[in-house]
């Protein structure tokens, strides 16, 4: 997830790389992807703030690798925090799949996933446009799109009286590797 800052004083803070290795959960897929469905869940707990390498990965001067360790972790903390994500009430966010339809004038593999997303105990549907691959033992879903917090019921963090805020608009990007279980 990419998160951006705000405001008058949005030179005080940076933007941020959000990043998560903590999904679990099962991907069903039959014969027909069109009729796969999904239900994973995202460790809260183990999502990562500002990690150097994630950062450089981005090749962009919005995204320097070298925030000092007490900013990610003052972030982090913010984030997991009661205002926010409340870590410690809700310890996972649920992606649930409501539907996957063809993305018009999209290439093969090209799909929009229609998703419930439980977050804070409350469900919104969002669509996602995802690409598929399947490979011998494996699918890998990747996508790029854009959210807003509000739309999943996350109240940005503002501080200073909102002179210094997170952007309400995100960018989510997804890479996601199912592997067939084994027996």
Request: glycine share 10%.
């Amino acid at each position: 997830m990419l998160v951006y800052r705000a405001g008058p004083l949005a030179a005080m803070g940076h933007d941020h790389v959000v990043g998560c290795h903590c999904l679990t959960g099962t991907v069903y897929l039959p014969r027909d992807p069109l009729r796969a469905s999904f239900n994973v869940r995202i460790a809260v707990g183990q999502l990562t703030v500002d990690d150097p390498k994630l950062r450089a990965a981005e090749h962009s001067a919005d995204f320097p690798p070298d925030v000092p360790g007490s900013a990610r972790r003052g972030t982090r903390k913010h984030m997991l925090g009661a205002a926010l994500l409340n870590a410690a009430k809700y310890a996972d966010i649920t992606l649930r799949s409501q539907g996957l339809r063809r993305s018009p004038g999209g290439k093969p593999g090209d799909v929009l996933a229609q998703v419930a997303v439980r977050v804070l105990g409350g469900w919104h549907s969002v669509t996602v446009p995802i690409h598929y691959v399947i490979r011998t033992g494996e699918i890998v879903a990747t996508g790029s799109f854009p959210l807003k917090q509000t739309d999943i019921g996350l109240t940005p963090y503002s501080a200073f009286a909102r002179a210094l805020r997170v952007k309400d608009d995100m960018k989510i990007r997804i890479r996601l590797v199912a592997k067939r279980r084994a027996g």
